[in-house]
């Protein structure tokens, strides 16, 4: 279900091609949601204004009527402003502003000051409100600075336009000004607090597709480096064969869709078994079990990937072709931690990481290639065939084994 309030993704009814008003290809989201809190306001509010508008003049009030009027006819110019300009976006909201304190100030005046006319200014703390949502916090301030001259100025001058003309029961309009500003004010702004709540949950849900759970957490609430020690953890790499070759010959598109498509089955076997996807490099494809969270059966867990996934890759066809990994295995101590202050990433290091690098650089197309650490640890539950000694770039001569699958089967 969409949040209310929250910028849809596709123009589904009336209110969301009214707020739409004023929106343009790669429009910052931020912005879109300020822009459809104001337009909103605007198109909700005119109906009720214009109707008060008319009512009034009809009944006499001309000065009061007119400057309904008014204010509707500056929302409509506001609203064709956005729409015929939809980047001056700031700019239309700052001529709202003063245009409507404006308004609203002559009107005052021409009704004899702030009690004469039912504390009319209140409703120029609206456009205090538009300024913060839509425009920024030092904006609103100077906006507030004017709000607070103009109605110093609306009770000062009240003497210089006015016209005699008075509500016919001032408590009573002073009554709806008070319920319908701060009505009005607390409408936007649960609005507004909609909003918020949207783009905090598209913000950890983004922190969420980059780190894993625990750690964003961890990162959300301490400023302190995130470092972790796991003393007993698996690692798997795996990479495309024969995948430069291939990419000489792909379309820039269809080359990033099929790699895509590869991950993407990846990334469900993944987090059908609980790993950690750590990063993708080119065509190669990290994943861990045993950290950020431990678990005893982290050895167990790769496994059952890598076999999953190699089950994929001779079952299914990847952009019409038949896709084979090169996989490498090793378990041991790792460390993991959040580096960068942009664009981190969390990342694992140590020689159980380099190890099992090695062991898919040095591995067989369609073979999973495990070190003996962790054979032993797969023993009792997956057969494994002795490949035997490789020599590894760093380690030197070291036994290695094939992984063929479980033993019950």
């Excluded at 006015?162 to 009573?172: I, L, N, S």
């Excluded at 607090?193 to 964003?216: C, K």
């Excluded at 019409?320 to 960068?340: D, F, K, T, Y």
Aim: glycine share 10%; charged share 20%.
């Amino acid at each position: 279900m969409a949040l209310p309030g929250a910028p849809p993704t596709r123009r589904s009814g009336l209110f969301d091609v009214v707020a739409g008003i004023g929106s343009y290809p790669g429009e910052p989201l931020d912005q879109s949601g300020k822009r459809r809190i104001i337009v909103a306001a605007l198109v909700v509010t005119m109906p009720v204004i214009l109707a008060t508008g008319i009512g009034r003049v009809a009944t006499g009030h001309v000065w009061a009527g007119t400057s309904n009027l008014a204010q509707v006819a500056v929302h409509l110019g506001v609203l064709l402003a956005l729409h015929l300009w939809p980047s001056r976006f700031a700019a239309a909201m700052h001529v709202l502003s003063g245009l409507d304190l404006s308004i609203i100030t002559l009107g005052t005046m021409a009704q004899g000051g702030l009690i004469a006319s039912g504390m009319q200014p209140l409703w120029g703390l609206v456009s205090v409100v538009v300024a913060l949502i839509a425009l920024s916090a030092r904006a609103a301030a100077s906006w507030f600075g004017v709000y607070a001259l103009a109605v110093v100025l609306s009770q000062v001058g009240r003497d210089w336009l006015d016209t005699g003309e008075r509500p016919d029961d001032v408590a009573m309009d002073a009554s709806i000004n008070v319920v319908g500003a701060s009505l009005l004010m607390f409408a936007v702004m649960v609005y507004f607090v909609r909003q918020r709540e949207f783009f905090q949950r598209q913000s950890d849900s983004l922190l969420h597709n980059i780190l894993p759970g625990t750690i964003a957490e961890r990162l959300k609430s301490s400023t302190a480096s995130i470092a972790d020690r796991y003393e007993s953890a698996t690692v798997l790499f795996a990479d495309v064969v024969g995948f430069t070759p291939m990419s000489m010959d792909m379309a820039a598109d269809d080359l990033v869709a099929l790699l895509d498509e590869i991950f993407s089955a990846l990334d469900a076997v993944a987090d059908r078994l609980g790993l950690e996807k750590i990063k993708t490099i080119g065509d190669e494809y990290m994943v861990a079990a045993g950290v950020p969270e431990p678990r005893p059966d982290h050895a167990h867990a790769i496994a059952e990937f890598a076999l999953a996934t190699r089950e994929i890759m001779e079952t299914r066809l990847f952009g019409e072709r038949q896709i084979q990994l090169r996989m490498g295995i090793h378990s041991g101590p790792v460390v993991a931690g959040i580096i960068g202050d942009a664009k981190f990433s969390y990342d694992l290091w140590g020689d159980t990481v380099n190890t099992a690098s090695r062991l898919e650089s040095h591995g067989v197309p369609g073979e999973i290639h495990l070190s003996t650490a962790t054979r032993n640890l797969l023993v009792d539950e997956f057969e494994c065939d002795p490949r035997g000694v490789v020599h590894l770039k760093g380690k030197g001569e070291t036994e290695t084994w094939f992984l063929r699958g479980r033993r019950s089967e």
